[in-house]
T-cell receptor, first 111, second 114 residues
Framework: DAGVTQSPTHLIKTRGQQVTLRCSPKSGHDTVSWYQQALGQGPQFIFQYYEEEERQRGNFPDRFSGHQFPNYSSELNVNALLLGDSALYLC??????????FGSGTRLTVV | QKEVEQNSGPLSVPEGAIASLNCTYS??????FFWYRQYSGKSPELIMFIYSNGDKEDGRFTAQLNKASQYVSLLIRDSQPSDSATYLC??????????????FGGGTRVLVKP
């Protein structure tokens, strides 16, 4: 049973560029959330998707956007990248049972 | 005031001892409480969840919840070097929406010394 898979694993981008990160939830999970984790800090909630709609959003600018597809997979898009966007981006999925399962993350470095 | 607060550590414990981790939260209406373990460079892994006052035990781990004091703790008995990691406390908010977002503390780094 595959867990949550994220791609790519690592990414280096230049300031001002745009990036798309991808996530496939665990089998049977229909809710996908995205988190940003800066070095030495806890994950910060970006947004959550359920039934292909954004249901909740954290305190992140509109440069951060997302999408959920009919197969429950999801994308996180970040436009106009800033140096401060460098972080580990985590996707988490949830089904009917308590608790979120996290993917291995995408390490984004903005230079 | 941060929504979820943890001592950043490091919490140094000798092998075989009990590690005690604490977490406080500001939203009195918080519903559910989670402890995640995160090894350096890896993603968080769920080890415990609790939503009722009292203790919940799972193997060497015990979670304790006191909603009146807005306090949740994690005890690790018989600590092993493999328990060395950052432990993240997370809570879900008062309002139950589809899925419930997690609000994390900054994490407590635990070092178990042989």
């Amino acid at each position: 049973d595959a867990g949550v898979t994220q791609s790519p694993t690592h990414l280096i981008k230049t300031r001002g560029q745009q990036v798309t990160l991808r996530c496939s939830p665990k089998s049977g999970h229909d809710t996908v959330s995205w988190y940003q984790q800066a070095l030495g800090q806890g994950p910060q909630f970006i947004f959550q998707y359920y039934e292909e709609e954004e249901r909740q959003r954290g305190n992140f600018p509109d440069r951060f956007s997302g999408h959920q597809f009919p197969n429950y997979s999801s994308e996180l898009n970040v436009n106009a990248l800033l140096l401060g966007d460098s972080a580990l981006y985590l996707c988490a999925s949830r089904g009917q049972v308590y608790g979120y399962t996290f993917g291995s993350g995408t390490r984004l470095t903005v230079v | 005031q941060k929504e979820v607060e943890q001592n950043s550590g490091p919490l140094s414990v000798p092998e075989g001892a009990i590690a005690s981790l604490n977490c406080t939260y500001s939203d009195r209406g918080s519903q559910s409480f989670f402890w995640y373990r995160q090894y350096s460079g890896k993603s968080p892994e769920l080890i415990m969840f609790i939503y009722s006052n009292g203790d919940k035990e799972d193997g060497r781990f015990t979670a304790q919840l006191n909603k009146a004091s807005q306090y949740v703790s994690l005890l690790i008995r018989d600590s092993q070097p493999s328990d060395s990691a950052t432990y993240l406390c997370a809570v879900t908010p008062r309002v139950l929406a589809a899925g419930n977002k997690l609000t994390f503390g900054g994490g407590t780094r635990v070092l178990v010394k042989p």
